[in-house]
């Protein structure tokens, strides 16, 4: 046992030694195979051209317009909020790639609702979206805005660019998608009432001018009365929001307004069709005939022709009209029909 650990010892001397008598010349040669390395990374610091100073400025504000694949313009709740306006179709229609959709301002002749229009398009080649799902539009395909609650709307992406690749032709003009509310807790209520002020003045006198004098009465009209409430409550598992809103809007007849009263200012413009009718009478048997206060045209000679009898009715809608009741149509006849339209057009949502 003595005799095997006396030479284990002895191995172990021999073959340190042997070890530290080497290794000198490995670290020499290693040296020595290093300095022409050496030499060529000094000869190229020497030959590298010393190039200007540049500066990188960063952001961290994220800009979705501009860092996305397609410009998007996104609205938030806290800047619907501060715009004032109480339907998200007003709001996406003060845009500025926004055309002339109808509204409660300018749907003569429409249904009261609201759409959107980007960039003159048409409102039916703009695609609606809540929360990424189509929502449900008219017949001619056009969406109504304000079957969307305002009160529930988190933000609104506004896709810029055409993305009928992805979404189909009523994409073309772009993309509108609106994001609801999320994990919302608690319950909310606004109201909102508002009414027009006009001072109802006449024309001055100088026609060419066609100016409101000063002066007049005080008139209010177009009150609107909007009324919502939102409730919430999230859990780990699911969460549900609830709302429920009214908004009555009350029209605005162009008639009581001065501007807008006549259908062209000054020169008693209207429709050369006039809700009693008019009637004309062509034939040889009508030449020279006398209905009411009318009196048809009577045959000329020289160009063989018949006149023919341009007649109206005095009667009113209340009456049985009658032969009598006939009348030879002129200028003062015409119906002025600017009265009639509206400047805000009535609307009820529940």
């Known amino acids: 046992m003595n005799s095997n650990l006396r030479k284990a010892v002895r191995y172990a001397l021999v073959a340190g030694a042997a070890s530290a008598m080497a290794a000198p ?7 020595a195979q290093q300095t022409p390395a050496n030499n060529q990374n000094q000869n190229q610091n020497a030959n590298t051209a010393q190039l200007g100073k540049i500066e990188v400025t960063g952001t961290r504000i994220k800009r979705t317009d501009v860092e996305t694949a397609q410009p998007v313009t996104i609205i938030t709740a806290q ?3 501060q715009s004032g306006l109480t339907t998200i179709g007003d709001v996406l229609q003060n845009l500025t790639q926004s055309g002339a959709a109808i509204n409660t301002l300018f749907n003569n002749g429409g249904n009261g609702s609201t759409s959107i229009d980007l960039r003159y ?9 809540v929360n990424g799902r189509r929502w ?3 017949l001619n395909g056009i969406v109504d805005l304000n079957t969307i609650p305002v009160s529930v709307i988190d933000h609104v ?11 189909g032709s009523d994409a073309i003009a772009g993309v509108v998608n609106i994001i609801t509310l999320k994990n919302y807790n608690g319950a909310e209520a606004h109201a909102y009432i508002g009414i027009y002020h006009n001072t109802y ?16 009465f005080n008139h209010w009209d177009g009150k609107i009365q909007q009324y919502d409430f939102t409730i919430g409550s999230q859990s780990d598992r699911a969460g549900v929001v609830f709302n429920a809103g009214y908004t009555n809007q009350q029209p ?16 008693g413009g209207g429709s050369s069709g006039a809700p009693d009718g008019r009637f004309f009478f062509v034939g040889t048997g009508f030449a020279g005939k006398t209905f009411g206060t009318g ?5 000329n000679p020289a160009s063989h022709s018949y006149g023919s009898c341009d007649m109206t009715l005095t009667a009113t809608p209340s009456n049985n009209p009658q032969l009598s009741n006939f009348t030879n149509w002129t200028p003062a006849h015409r119906f002025n029909y600017a009265p009639l339209n509206y400047f805000v057009t009535p609307l009820e949502t529940k």
Request: glycine share 8%; hydrophobic share 40%.
């Open 25 to 31: 010349a490995v670290f020499a040669q290693s040296a």
């Open 79 to 81: 800047q619907i909020q």
């Open 121 to 129: 398009l048409g409102s039916n080649r703009v695609l609606v979206l």
């Open 136 to 138: 449900t539009p008219q």
């Open 157 to 167: 992406e506004i896709l810029q660019d055409g993305a009928s690749a992805i979404y």
């Open 201 to 216: 003045s006449a024309f001055t006198s100088n026609s060419s001018v066609a100016l409101p004098s000063s002066g007049g």
């Open 252 to 267: 605005i007849w162009a008639g009581s307004r001065v501007q807008s009263k006549e259908a062209i200012w000054t020169q």
């Open 295 to 299: 009196t048809c045209a009577p045959y």
